[in-house]
């Protein structure tokens, strides 16, 4: 263990970085830069010793943090070997949603988030939008729109749901922002759970459903006009009014004071 001085009569203990962290720091520098890339097979054991001047138990606890963190998958026996992985959002999305959970977040403390990040991706959108993407958005609304035209006799709304956030998520994957596309996805579980929660909640009261739902189709057309026009601040100022008055459905009753936690027991 260092000690260091960083002004005077102050001193702090710095731990010194175990040999298998930085043979995993090496290891995973190669694989972020993309030198090692998904699928690629390692070195063999005898090779990567002899590389890295460690003992063969050393490497392992190496090889233990990289498989942690999904970035290598070890394969045992006679035709095993160490394969470099891709990192999978899923991994992110069940690692920050414990830490939701055991944070106490509460549903609404995730709205509120939802209604910053999102309207600001649909500016994003409006001026960066391909026809692709303008299609994609009018073929998401007509889904719903198909699937309400069933009537609620018909209905599954934990599908009315789904097909809802399908949107949702094309507004974020589609802003051109690489970071708010990955927050999309890293929370979409959690909101999935939530909106299911809230059909859940909303019981037998099927008219009332249909026609928020058909209010919400009104919503997508109308905001993907606004889009294939370019129209940015437009877009974020209805997202906006859209995300405020859904939450007000979202988080009646007692669901603003539920937590993330209340989603997964």
């Not at 596309?181 to 037998?204: D, N, P, Q, S, Y």
């Amino acid at each position: 263990m260092a000690t260091v001085n960083p002004g005077a009569g102050s001193t702090k203990l710095v731990r010194a970085p175990k040999t298998a962290e930085i043979i995993a720091d090496h290891l995973r520098s190669s694989i972020v830069r993309g030198v090692l890339k998904d699928g690629d097979a390692l070195p063999t054991e005898v090779e990567l010793v002899k590389q890295f001047g460690v003992s063969r138990p050393t490497l392992r606890e190496a090889f233990r943090i990289l498989e942690s963190e999904s970035l290598i998958v070890v394969r045992r026996g006679s035709r095993g070997g160490v394969l470099v992985s891709a990192p999978e959002t899923s991994v992110a999305a069940r690692n920050f949603g414990l830490l939701l959970q055991m944070s106490g977040t509460t549903l609404a403390d995730l709205y509120e988030a939802r209604k910053v990040f999102e309207p600001a991706a649909a500016q994003m959108l409006a001026q960066r939008a391909t026809p692709h993407d303008v299609e994609d958005l009018k073929a998401a609304a007509a889904a719903l729109a198909a699937l309400v035209a069933r009537g609620t006799d018909a209905a599954d709304f934990g599908e009315w749901s789904a097909a809802t956030f399908r949107f949702h998520d094309l507004i974020l994957e589609r802003a051109g922002n690489n970071t708010i596309a990955l927050v999309g996805a890293v929370l979409r579980e959690v909101v999935t759970r939530h909106m299911a929660r809230v059909m859940a909640v909303a019981g037998g009261n099927h008219d009332e459903i249909e026609k928020q739902f058909k209010r919400t189709i009104r919503t997508f057309n109308k905001f993907t006009a606004l889009i294939e026009a370019g129209k940015g601040v437009e877009a974020k100022e209805l997202w906006s009014a859209h995300m405020e008055r859904a939450g007000r459905n979202m988080l009646w009753g007692g669901l603003a004071r539920e937590t993330v936690l209340d989603l997964y027991v």
